[in-house]
């Protein structure tokens, strides 16, 4: 189970479906993204957990901000809320790039013709937002 810190291994679930999660006892690592990752066996186990509903929920309730959560990444996550809110990114003044967190900042800033800094501060935006 991957906690908002990030904490390991917690001596108790926080919430009783913890229990029933099916990445309880996998590599924390597998849940939070590596660069160029799309979260591919993390997906994968959390396609067939039993409180998938809930996980999700909680991320929502805490904020949580890193890792997978539910089956979903946190731009995933961030796009629901938008969503559920009614908003797009552009309404949240935040452009809609794909691959923002996997693609190299470098790359970013040659496609969309800004600054490198420019890429950290809607990398920024995004995290701040969800
Ligand atoms: S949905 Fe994924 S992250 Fe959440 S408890 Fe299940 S396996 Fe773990």
Not at 21 to 36: I, M, P, S
Not at 68 to 92: I, K, T, V
Not at 119 to 127: E, F, G, M
Request: glycine fraction near 8%; proline fraction near 6%.
């Amino acid at each position: 189970m991957i906690l908002p810190e990030l904490d390991l291994e917690p001596a108790e679930p926080v919430e009783p479906w913890m229990d029933d999660a099916a990445c309880l006892g996998k590599d924390v690592n597998l849940f939070v993204r590596e660069q160029g990752d799309n979260y591919t066996v993390a997906r994968s186990v959390c396609s067939g957990c039993r409180v998938k509903e809930q996980c999700l929920a909680f991320a929502e309730r805490t904020g949580t901000k890193a890792g997978m959560f539910g089956g979903l990444s946190p731009e995933e996550r961030y796009e629901r809320r938008l969503e559920r809110e009614g908003r797009s990114h552009y309404s949240a003044g935040i452009p809609d790039i794909p691959g923002l967190f996997e693609e190299s900042t470098a790359n970013l800033a040659r496609t969309y013709k800004v600054h490198p800094r420019t890429i950290t501060r809607w990398r920024q935006l995004v995290r701040e937002a969800s």
